[in-house]
């Protein structure tokens, strides 16, 4: 099975700052990599897929970069309506898997 | 608009069985992959189970295998999960997605609590 390490599992940052999130595959998973958004309460919403295209609709302060088994999303420039979960999901192969999860609180 | 409308959670019983029910709109279901993935209380998010658009490939995370099954009906537009033999570990909010390579889209989940 292939493990997705996800860092940091929490971070306090203020608005403005920039943010890296990372997950790391076992093994590795081309491209196959999408990146989440998650309220409480609500279901995930896709930021990216295919590890780097920025999902229609989403902000440009978000990207996703990596290949393999590196993966970071970045958040240029930090906003209010970004403090939530972000889970990154590995579709390369079964069982497929999530990350831990990265809570983003605010500092 | 594209919607998933999941119904059919509710409260079981330790060893109880359980149908989930995903209903989809808003575009040519029999062309996707669909899926399922639950996030227990406060927890992360845990893929359990994907069919293709035929039916014809079912996949499942071990947890819940031969417990579970996926299963779909392209002329009602629905995707289900038959949960038998229920545990604790099974309470979570169910969410149903279109999967395969693009792993777009989620319902707004429904939930299943196991207790006695």
């Known amino acids: 099975d292939i493990q997705m390490t996800q860092s940091p599992s929490s971070l306090s940052a203020s608005v403005g700052d920039r943010v890296i999130i990372i997950c790391r595959a076992s093994?590795?998973?081309?491209?196959?990599l999408a990146w989440y958004q998650q309220k409480p309460g609500k279901a995930p919403k896709r930021l990216i897929f295919a590890a780097s295209s920025l999902q229609s609709g989403v902000p440009s302060r978000f990207s996703g970069s990596g290949s393999g088994t590196e993966f970071t999303l970045t958040i240029s420039t930090l906003q209010p309506e970004d403090f939530a979960t972000y889970y990154c999901l590995q579709h390369d192969s079964y069982p497929l898997t999530f990350g831990g999860g990265t809570k983003v609180e605010i500092k | 608009e594209l919607q998933l409308v999941e119904s059919g959670g509710g409260l079981v019983q330790p060893g109880g069985s359980l149908r989930l029910s995903c209903a989809a709109s808003?575009?040519?279901?029999?062309?996707?992959?669909m899926g399922w993935v639950r996030q227990a209380p406060g927890k992360g998010l845990e893929w359990v189970a994907n069919?293709?658009?035929?039916?014809?490939?079912?996949y499942y995370v071990d947890s819940v295998k031969g417990r579970f099954t996926i299963s779909r009906d392209n002329a009602k537009n629905s995707v289900y999960l038959q949960m038998s033999d229920l545990r604790a570990e099974d309470a979570a909010v169910y969410y149903c997605a279109r999967t395969g390579s693009i792993w777009d889209f989620w319902g707004q989940g429904t939930l299943v609590t196991v207790s006695s």
């Open positions: 069919i293709n658009q035929h039916g014809s490939e079912k």
């Open positions: 093994q590795g998973i081309r491209s196959d």
């Open positions: 808003g575009f040519i279901f029999d062309s996707y992959w």
